[in-house]
């Protein structure tokens, strides 16, 4: 989540400000691992990122890095997944930032980047921290994806989701299932309060005080 | 300083092409709304660009399509005050003051803060929010905040335009302190002939996307001629003694002396007069017993018709012009004639102490 983070800001601004030839098409492929079935996502991923796969070949061959059946792999599966949801809040609260006050950064000397970081980065702030926690929510819940691309060892690419699945069909795993549901219900409680404390404390600078 | 701009540019089935230079002191944009005041202002500014022409300022060239020069907004350093104050939301008022001076240069980075927020008046906001503001105090702020950022010229776009008529006569005080003090050009524009005959030095007024007339403010508000309802003379002059007891000062102009309200005229100060056309009566024989209290004796100079029932009267008093708009009915009636001489009879509450 925290590695897709710049990228989902980048996207979400190419979405919002950008005009080029085939943004509907980005648009799209961004917003396909929300459409299509988890399993489809996972099976792309593996085709692409698979030891045989274009992109994982690429990987392993170069740089030494292997994503299938590896935790870095489940991150990467829940990152595609949470991926939409995160740009979706981020480019609404970009198209929300008055351009007027960029434009009116720029007649104060600040090149467009600097515009970036001291205008709209603080105005959308609040865009990002919901997008995060949503993309972390949906991470949390990842278990199509993962399985498919990752598959379900402990330790290394379970997940919350795969893990009690597990203890059900285990008989007498009730238990630990409960525990760990449990344990999903305080993580997504925290991040919920989390993302309302810190989009509370930015309202309170953004707002009328 | 001498800002030189050509520019020729298509906004739809707007043509705009206009060719006029700026010097020190304010140069205002005159013209009625939808005339391109703002697209010039928005060209100089580099918020849009223009199709053809050249923009320079003394020697440096900051727009030349003939050359592909286009420098950005950010590396021209001109101030600009907008319409809505356009102030961050998420700083307070002083780092929003303070926002601009991190990107000018440190040569150019006078220690000036203190007496910009003294000038205008805002050292108690400093540590408020934008949104916690009024509206004259807001537009204070932006004025300040493109002085801070050391511009080489300020442009204002109608910085007065979203203000109520109390919350104007806060802020325009400011603007005539900002002209006297810190000798920086300023391209305003307006569509007020108030404001202008108030601030402006030289006057370039604009109709649909042409310029139509530059000059000094009298010599344009006076070329109006019968044609605009708000046509007006602009009269300079010295205050020779104030009355407090009537709230009434009298001004020596060219013309004669007038009795303006005083608000704080001080003795001795050059101010202008304005005198709108449509507050000046005429009579053949000089009137008594009228409310009106300023009677200057004149020749009727010129008198030409607006062809809607109206017509606009040059009368020259001493050395100045005054302009009157009145009925084509009561012209014939006086029988009006170029040569003639006549009294104008301006409403006191007409005048406006620049």
């Known amino acids: ?209 | 300083m001498t800002l030189t701009v050509e520019a020729k540019t298509r906004l739809g089935n707007f043509s705009l092409d206009v060719s006029f230079t700026s010097e020190q002191g304010v140069t205002a944009l005159f013209g009625r709304s939808g005339s391109g005041k703002t697209s010039v202002i928005r060209m100089i500014s580099g918020l849009s660009r223009l199709d053809q022409g050249r923009i320079a300022l003394d020697g440096d060239v900051i727009v030349d399509t003939a050359r592909g020069i286009h420098q950005p907004p950010h590396r021209r350093r001109f101030g600009y005050v907008f319409q809505e104050a356009r102030l961050f939301p998420h700083l307070d008022v002083r780092k929003n003051l303070n926002y601009g001076r991190w990107f000018a240069p440190k040569n150019a980075r006078p220690d000036n803060f203190d007496q910009i927020v003294e000038l205008l008046g805002i050292g108690g906001l400093l540590d408020r929010r934008p949104g916690r503001l009024s509206g004259g105090e807001q537009q204070r702020v932006a004025i300040g905040r493109a002085l801070l950022s050391s511009p080489r010229l300020l442009l204002m776009d109608e910085p007065l335009a979203a203000l109520d008529e109390s919350r104007k006569s806060e802020v325009l005080p400011y603007l005539e302190r900002l002209r006297d003090e810190l000798g920086l050009p300023i391209v305003y524009v307006s569509h007020s002939v108030a404001e202008v005959a108030r601030l402006a030095d030289r006057v370039v007024l604009m109709k649909d996307g042409r310029i139509e007339a530059t000059g000094t403010a009298s010599e344009v508000l006076r070329g109006l001629g019968g044609e605009m309802r708000e046509a007006a003379s602009v009269l300079s002059g010295t205050v020779e003694e104030v009355d407090q007891v009537h709230r009434l000062a009298r001004v020596q102009t060219g013309a004669g002396a007038l009795l303006v309200p005083a608000e704080q005229a001080q003795v001795g100060k050059t101010v202008r007069v304005l005198v709108p056309a449509r507050d000046v009566m005429i009579a053949t024989v000089k009137p008594e017993g009228l409310s009106a209290l300023n009677i200057l004796s004149g020749t009727v100079e010129r008198i030409d018709a607006d062809g809607e029932g109206m017509i606009g009267v040059r009368i020259i008093c001493g050395s100045e012009t005054v302009l009157a708009r009145i009925t084509a009915f009561s012209g014939g009636v006086l029988g009006l004639a170029p040569g003639q001489a006549v009294f104008a009879a301006i409403k006191t509450a007409a005048l406006e102490r620049r």
Not at chain 1, 33 to 50: A, K
């Open chain 1, 1 to 209: 989540m925290l590695v897709s983070l710049p990228f989902g800001i980048l996207v979400a601004l190419a979405l919002a400000r950008g005009k080029f030839w085939g943004k509907s098409i980005l648009n799209g492929i961004v917003h396909l691992p929300l459409i299509l079935p988890p399993v489809v996502t996972g099976f792309i991923l593996l085709v692409l990122f698979g030891r045989r796969g274009v992109i994982g070949a690429f990987l392993d061959q170069y740089l030494g890095i292997v994503l299938s059946f590896r935790w870095t792999g489940a991150a990467l599966a829940c990152g595609v997944m949470g991926f939409p949801l995160m740009v979706r809040s981020i480019r609404l609260s970009i198209e929300a930032v008055d351009a007027k006050l960029e434009e009116a950064a720029g007649t104060l000397g600040a090149s467009p980047a600097f515009v970036f970081m001291t205008v709209t980065l603080p105005l959308i702030l609040p865009g990002i921290i919901a997008g995060a926690i949503l993309s972390f929510a949906k991470a949390m819940g990842e278990f199509g994806a993962t399985i498919t691309f990752v598959s379900n060892i402990p330790g290394e690419t379970q997940t919350l989701s795969a893990a009690i699945y597990t203890f059900t069909q285990v008989p007498g795993g009730d238990a630990g299932a409960l525990r760990l549901t449990i344990v999903a219900i305080i993580i997504s409680m925290a991040a919920l309060l989390a993302s309302e404390f810190m989009a509370y404390m930015v309202g309170k600078r953004t707002r009328l005080e």
